[in-house]
Structures are given as structure tokens and as C-alpha cells.
């Protein structure tokens, strides 16, 4: 029995879809430098996200009839708290 | 070795604990563990979701017959812990959203669900998106003091 894929117009054959995928790239990379054994060693942090997307068009019209995004987040959020000297 | 003025490192862990309530009125009177959970919004959300946003909303909200309102659980397995000076917590899976369809969203509100006032935590984004029929998953970042999702540094 061939498989089929859930898509905006219901179950389909996967045999009449096109599978297609894409990467998108929305990393920054922050360095850091501290000293370590008298040398300044740079430590690299990466922020943001990476998308991995996953398409399916109808291999007769082209039409987008599915899909999913995956993303991942490199760096949560942080809060900085402060304590000042009293008087 | 000096004293020195500071958080202490401890004090941010119990924060994520709920160890700590200042004030005079208690304003907490649950013995149970919270839930979390992630909704998500539309890029044109008006008011935006944003560091004033405080509690869940529905405006602006992903509305389809494919989002169940109200967003999709977060696991919470993980203890906050410290390392360093650094406090912080990190969803233990992945948040996920199967069979959605949502066109034009761009920002998950990270929220306390058990409370009737559902008190918001996070926002994050991701830039403009559009899923069909498909699945959406959020990949959380690694658990620790540099990366971990919500840190107290």
C-alpha cells in the first residue's frame, strides 16, 4: 500500500507530492575574550535561531499543499540582576 | 577575602523556585507545581507581545482550526539549577505544534498556566513565518549557564 501524507487537502499520495527542503541561517556569533594563564582566550556564544523548513507541492501544480518549520533556539534570555553597596 | 555586594547565586535559583515572596500581602497561596505553556503570535499582534506584555492573551493570538487557543504545553522535568552565578531553567523537550497551519506568526509567549491569572514569563521570536498543514517544533537551546532558555546571570 503506498503512503500517504496528511496535506491542506487531506491524505494524498506521497507519490504525487514533491518533498523539498531549505535551511535559513539567522545566527549571530558573539566573542568573548578573558584572560586565562596570562592569554587572552576567545570564547564564541551563538544567538538566535536556525530554521529548517520542509515543503510539499503538488507535483502536478506546484501548488504548496504542506508545510512545517523546525527552529532552533541557540540562546535563551537572560536577567542580569544588581546589588549596590548601601550608603 | 572582601565582602563583596552581589546577588547571591542562590537567591536567583529560589526566585525560579517561587522560594521567595516579598511584600507585605502573600500574594501565593498554591502548594502545587505550575504548568507552563508557549502560545503563539500573529507578526501583526497589536498590542505587540512584548518585555510589557504580563499576562496570556488572546489578542493577537494564532487563530485557526489547526492552534488549540491558549498555546501547547511546555515540559516542565527540569530543575533550575546554577552554575556559577548563573541561575536557569530550560524546557526539557521541545514545544511543538503538529498538523498547524498559521500564516504570518512570529513570536512565542512562554506563560504560567496554573494561575487564573495566567502571569507571563518570556517572549521569544523567530521572524515572520508561515506553516501549512505541517508541523511546528521549537528546538530548545542547551541547559546551561551560558545558553539555558530563562537565566538569571
Known amino acids: ?87 | 577575602m572582601a565582602n563583596t555586594a552581589a546577588i547571591c547565586t542562590s537567591f536567583k535559583k529560589e526566585l525560579l523556585l517561587g522560594y521567595h515572596a516579598f511584600g507585605a500581602t502573600l500574594a501565593r497561596s498554591d502548594t502545587t507545581l505550575d504548568s507552563f505553556k508557549a502560545a503563539l503570535y500573529y507578526t501583526a499582534a497589536s498590542p505587540s507581545i512584548d518585555a510589557t506584555t504580563t499576562v496570556y492573551t488572546t489578542t493577537g493570538e494564532v487563530v485557526d482550526a489547526s492552534y488549540a487557543a491558549a498555546g501547547a504545553a511546555v515540559t516542565n522535568a527540569s530543575a533550575p539549577t546554577t552554575s556559577g552565578t548563573t541561575a536557569f531553567w530550560t524546557p526539557s523537550a521541545s514545544i511543538a505544534w503538529t498538523t498547524l497551519t498559521a500564516v504570518a506568526f512570529d513570536a512565542v509567549l512562554l506563560y504560567n498556566v496554573t494561575h487564573a491569572t495566567k502571569y507571563a514569563v518570556a517572549v521569544f521570536t523567530f521572524g515572520s513565518q508561515t506553516v501549512t498543514a505541517g508541523n511546528f517544533t521549537l528546538t530548545m537551546p542547551t541547559n546551561d549557564a551560558s545558553t539555558g532558555l530563562l537565566r538569571l546571570a
Open chain 1, 1 to 87: 500500500m503506498e503512503p500517504v501524507v496528511y496535506t491542506k487537502n487531506g491524505n494524498v499520495l506521497a507519490s504525487t507530492l514533491v518533498y523539498s527542503t531549505e535551511w535559513e541561517d539567522h545566527i549571530e556569533h558573539e566573542v568573548t575574550l578573558s584572560f586565562k594563564d596570562e592569554q587572552l582566550v576567545p570564547t564564541v556564544t551563538k544567538h538566535g535561531y536556525l530554521l529548517f523548513k520542509e515543503r510539499y507541492h503538488d507535483a502536478e501544480t506546484g501548488e504548496l499543499v504542506k508545510e512545517s518549520l523546525h527552529a532552533y533556539q541557540f540562546k535563551g534570555l537572560d536577567i542580569s540582576p544588581t546589588a549596590e553597596q548601601i550608603g
